[in-house]
């Protein structure tokens, strides 16, 4: 099936394949278009094979599209991540943090004889609260773990944020001394940065901490626009 460009949706005894092309041309457009779901794409290959969406009828029982869909997406991306990884082992551009150290040729590359700069490479960092995920348990199920991991270089494992956490202190304690709210502004400044910016507030008025397991992602760029490191902020905002 792969040498005529068909990726079978089971191991053994297929009845369903997927193109190749099918697969690389969802790819791309989920990239642009992340709301644009495995379902949705299968009812587009449904209208265009006049067939009906919910099911497709074989010999012995009914195939779910969306199923056999996203089973065959996923062996394409494991197959995509394996070439990538042989390239890059064969290029030498496996070692560690080689692509946070060569993505930006501006801040990572340097001319002979060039002038050093009173800051040779400027990064920013933010969050964003737009990728909830709430609590499996909090309607009443049991908690389920997701064993999954990143397979981009970009992400940082929890392992290596929660390293960092202060004092080992949890999100949501109050803090006494927090006079976040006390800062003076000058009468001439053109805006109240305290009403308006409320990140860096209290974390016992974000009561959404409470309730979801990741609040977010949290992104580190440098000034070129180039991303560098992404990680999830769990049961946090931005510490």
Same mark, same amino acid.
């Given at each position: 099936?792969?040498?005529?460009?068909?990726?079978?949706?089971?191991?053994?005894?297929?009845?369903?394949?997927?193109? %190749?092309?099918? %697969?690389?041309?969802?790819?791309?457009?989920?990239?642009?278009?992340?709301?644009?779901?495995?379902?949705?794409? $299968?009812?587009?290959?449904?209208?265009?094979?006049?067939?009906?969406?919910?099911?497709?009828?074989?010999?012995?029982?009914?195939?779910?599209?969306?199923?056999?869909?996203?089973?065959?997406?996923?062996?394409?991306?494991?197959?995509?991540?394996?070439?990538?990884?042989?390239?890059?082992?064969?290029?030498?551009?496996?070692?560690?943090?080689?692509? %946070?150290?060569?993505?930006?040729?501006?801040?990572?590359?340097?001319?002979?004889?060039?002038?050093?700069?009173?800051?040779?490479?400027?990064?920013?960092?933010?969050?964003?609260?737009?990728?909830?995920?709430?609590?499996?348990?909090?309607?009443?199920?049991?908690?389920?773990?997701?064993?999954?991991?990143?397979?981009?270089?970009?992400?940082?494992?929890?392992?290596?944020?929660?390293?960092?956490?202060?004092?080992?202190?949890?999100?949501?304690?109050?803090?006494?001394?927090?006079?976040?709210?006390?800062?003076?502004?000058?009468?001439?400044?053109?805006?109240?940065?305290?009403?308006?910016?409320?990140?860096?507030?209290?974390?016992?008025?974000?009561?959404?901490?409470?309730?979801?397991?990741?609040?977010?992602?949290?992104?580190?760029? $440098?000034?070129?626009?180039?991303?560098?490191?992404? $990680?999830?902020?769990?049961?946090?905002?931005?510490?």
């Amino acid at each position: 099936l792969i040498y005529h460009g068909y990726l079978g949706c089971s191991l053994l005894h297929p009845t369903v394949a997927i193109s %190749l092309r099918t %697969l690389a041309a969802y790819r791309q457009s989920h990239r642009t278009c992340p709301w644009f779901s495995v379902q949705a794409q $299968c009812k587009a290959l449904c209208h265009l094979h006049d067939v009906q969406y919910s099911i497709v009828l074989s010999l012995t029982n009914h195939i779910y599209v969306n199923t056999q869909f996203s089973d065959a997406y996923d062996v394409y991306l494991e197959i995509l991540h394996r070439v990538d990884s042989l390239i890059k082992a064969a290029l030498k551009c496996d070692t560690q943090d080689w692509r %946070l150290l060569t993505l930006c040729p501006c801040c990572c590359y340097k001319l002979d004889d060039e002038d050093n700069m009173t800051f040779e490479w400027l990064a920013t960092i933010d969050g964003n609260n737009s990728l909830k995920r709430w609590l499996s348990s909090i309607y009443g199920t049991s908690p389920r773990d997701d064993s999954r991991t990143q397979c981009s270089d970009y992400w940082l494992h929890r392992a290596n944020v929660d390293q960092f956490q202060l004092n080992g202190a949890q999100p949501h304690e109050v803090n006494p001394t927090d006079d976040w709210e006390d800062v003076v502004q000058s009468d001439s400044a053109p805006f109240n940065c305290v009403d308006h910016w409320q990140n860096a507030g209290p974390e016992a008025r974000k009561h959404m901490f409470l309730v979801v397991d990741e609040s977010g992602i949290f992104i580190a760029a $440098c000034r070129h626009r180039f991303i560098l490191l992404v $990680c999830d902020m769990v049961k946090s905002g931005e510490l």
